[in-house]
């Protein structure tokens, strides 16, 4: 009988400590590795030996690489297209040095390095403290966590060392990385902060918004930490008018909105969960999935368009004369460089011209931006006194929109490409409509249609001139040209 208790008693033991290792087992693998992209991990944060990502895959199917380097798969894909914009830029020289490292491989990393500051003549103290400055002691590595990489390039003999940062794709990197969610993760003087020298090669992706912001605002990834848990709500306004809401929570947040991440915020115990949510684009709701969204929102990030107060975008609203021509005054001033040539027209007498427009009226100010610069004259017509009508409230007519854009061209300087569209229903149009369009066309601003027609006397939406001038804005850049042509233009899609 005793014996059958001692028994019962052991098994109760054995099912309790089996229950126990069952929960903390179950523990760690609550986050997948995209509940980790924004983990600290570091000297004081350090991850466990068995921790290791479960979605890695191997470099090399899109840039030169060592054999089996590998990074998780969510910061392989932004380096796919990382790379890939950094070819477009001409950097083809680029390379990844190491990615993952497993905890075991890290450990051997450091060894080596401590018995090779103690063939130096370090004592065993001293040689584990330099060795830790430039090799991360097991588990504090974040090659471990499948989301940091070290990049290299032929132009300085692939060396880690600082002569990285002067090479051509170092240069690049510096520019552009965040824009791809990577951060320059040891900068230069930031041992203090980061317990790691400079090391110029050595890049971690943390996504957006993140990278953006510790980037913009100069901050590593344990000041971003402390600052999240100071704050506990940072709200990110991103290049392409995104807004974000990233939040700091002790524990996994209860409700997680749909499309929200989380993500461990600190390797170890109790560093808590960081929850990004994307608020909306510049917080109007019905510019959200909008096809228009992209579109819109870097207008509005250039103050060209603007939604309406009570927080709506009406993309699909038809346009007025008078808000085409208040857009195109904005474009007008962002492109062309008449600015300072115009002359100040009184208003009453500029007003006086016109049957239908008033001193006070509105869009006074942009109707003659455009009248000076001889954008707006297409669209008026004139009464046997030689006064204007501008027919300020009526919709905007295609053919309207075709003459007044055209002419934002005036300053492009790179080659059109020409184009094959033929659009049938403007035979028969006058030349200077028929010119426009064409031009419009050559530069991908009006896409042909699949029936191969214009309707030049359908009206538009605000979404579709959006569209248009954001277009316009996008074939600057691609020759170096206006407002976006530092920005980045599709990293988006
Ligand atoms: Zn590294």
């Known amino acids: 009988m005793k014996d059958t208790h001692k028994s019962i008693a052991q098994l109760f033991v054995a099912l309790l400590l089996a229950l126990c290792a069952l929960l903390f087992a179950a523990l760690p693998a ?32 899109f840039m030169s690489a060592n054999s089996g380097v590998k990074m998780c798969s969510t910061a392989a894909q932004a380096l796919e297209k990382l790379v890939n914009a950094a070819r477009a830029d001409g950097i083809t020289d680029v390379y990844a040095i190491s990615g993952y490292r497993s905890y075991g491989v890290q450990s051997s990393l450091y060894s080596k390095k401590i018995t090779y500051y103690r063939n130096l003549g370090y004592n065993t103290n001293d040689a584990q403290v330099h060795a830790a400055t430039v090799v991360a002691p097991p588990g504090a590595s974040e090659h471990q966590t499948g989301l940091a990489i070290d990049f290299g390039t032929s132009e300085n003999g692939y060396s880690l060392t600082e002569s990285f940062a002067t090479t051509a794709f170092g240069q690049w990197l510096y520019a552009n990385s965040w824009k791809y969610g990577f951060i320059l993760r040891y900068p230069k003087d930031g041992m203090d902060i980061t317990g790691y020298i400079y090391e110029p090669w050595h890049f971690r992706y943390v996504g957006a918004p993140h990278a953006e912001y510790m980037t913009k605002q100069d901050l590593t990834l344990e000041e971003y930490y402390a600052l999240l848990t100071d704050v506990g709500t940072l709200e990110i306004t991103t290049w392409d008018g995104t ?13 997680v909105e749909e499309g929200a991440s989380v993500s461990v915020a600190a390797a170890g115990s109790g560093g808590g969960y960081i929850c990004t949510t994307r608020v909306g684009k510049v917080n109007f709701a019905d510019l959200l999935n909008h096809w228009s969204e992209k579109e819109v929102c870097a207008l509005i990030r250039l103050s060209v368009i603007s939604g309406y107060d009570d927080d709506t975008f009406r993309p699909n609203n038809q346009i007025t004369r008078a808000e085409l021509l208040n857009l195109v005054a904005k474009v007008q001033d962002l492109l062309l460089d008449a600015g300072e040539n115009y002359a100040s027209l009184d208003a009453e007498e500029f007003a006086a011209m016109f049957a239908d427009v008033y001193a006070d009226s509105w869009y006074l100010d942009s109707l003659q931006k455009t009248y000076q610069y001889g954008l707006v004259q297409p669209l008026l017509d004139s009464d046997e006194t030689g006064r204007y009508f501008f027919y300020p409230s009526r ?17 492009y300087t790179g080659e059109i490409e020409g184009s094959e569209v033929y659009l049938s229903d403007l035979e028969g149009e006058d030349e200077a409509l028929r010119e426009a369009v064409q031009l419009l066309v050559d530069h991908g601003v009006i896409l042909g249609r699949p029936d191969g027609k214009f309707y030049p006397d359908t009206t538009i939406t605000r979404a579709e001139v959006s569209a248009m001038l954001y277009r316009i804005f996008q074939s600057y850049a691609k020759v170096g040209q206006g407002p976006l042509a530092d920005q980045v233009l599709d990293t988006q899609e």
């Open 243 to 255: 807004v974000y809401q990233v939040t700091y929570n002790d524990y996994y947040p209860q409700f």
């Open 30 to 61: 609550l986050a997948t590795d995209d509940e980790r992209l924004v983990t600290l991990v570091n000297k004081e944060y350090v991850l466990g030996m068995d921790y290791a990502p479960d979605t890695l895959v191997s470099l090399s199917s």
């Open 395 to 411: 919709y905007a007519l295609r053919r309207e929109v075709a003459q007044c854009l055209a002419p934002l061209f005036d300053n």
